[in-house]
């Protein structure tokens, strides 16, 4: 009997979370080329989201976020990489009809979106050729629970994704089966309401819990956040977002589903209930 494939994992504290690397061998005793090149890249892959928080973060004074909003530099001296997230941030927010705005406070925050587009972008950079290459079974990078999965198309594998109950710690709610993809959950349970509504200024109050599944990050991310925003009774904001998949949580228990951009009755396709 074959005892499975061999996973490697790399874990690592930044952006105010834990990130973590996974790479799926092969082989349960992989050679020492294959060894090397799944190191490399584990490395790789968390030394860019190393690079981005320093970016990116407005708790650090030296990033270029900080010094943006305090007026150290002007945009003309920003980063590429944040002119990059600052247009995709103006896109949610029209698309989003403003319950995305990266801008709410004045200045230039990013921090809706910007943790699922670094982890997209670290394993699009590192792991997605790493999975191309013979040996390597399939690979995952996540910050904080959210996460950009991969897999060899070859491959007899599917990431089996635990969907966390809100209402009970450390129960399951139900798990998806992902193969190529990503998933994203935004909501109260890990840190209170800090989730603020961009149209109020004022915090989410009672807010759902929305676990979103696209093929991005980036877009699971933000698309999470802006299903607390919405609420649990508002699923308008679907039309805008048609790649997406997933449920919302209530405070009370209810559910609401969707696939594709769809709200359906039953999701059995895409949620399995917890065991």
Known sequence: ??????????????????????????????????????????????????????????????????????????????????????????????????????????WFDPTGLVKGWAVERAAMHHLAPLVAEAGTVAAGLSAGGDMQLLTAPDAAWTWNVGI???????????????????????????????????????????PATATVLAPRLSDADAWATIAVVAGFDDLTWLRSAPDTSGMLIASDGRIRRWAHGVEIAEAADLLVPGR
């Open 1 to 106: 009997m074959s005892a499975g494939p061999h996973r490697h994992v790399r874990t690592a504290a930044l952006m105010g979370t834990v990130a973590s690397v996974h790479v799926l061998a092969a082989e349960s005793e992989p050679g020492a080329g294959t060894s090397a090149r799944i190191t490399a890249a584990m490395t790789a892959a968390l030394d860019e989201l190393h690079e981005l928080d320093r970016l990116f973060s407005p708790f650090r004074h030296d990033s270029q976020i900080s010094a943006l909003r305090d007026g150290r530099i002007g945009w003309d001296d920003a980063d590429p990489r944040i002119l990059e997230v600052a247009d995709a941030c103006a896109r949610l927010t029209t698309v989003s009809a403003g319950r995305f705005d990266a801008r709410r406070q004045g």
């Open 164 to 206: 966390a109950d809100p209402l009970s710690p450390g129960a399951l709610r139900a798990t998806v089966p992902v193969r190529d993809g990503a998933v994203a959950t935004s909501g109260a349970a890990e840190r209170g309401a800090h989730i603020v509504d961009p149209r109020t200024g004022s915090a989410v109050v009672d």
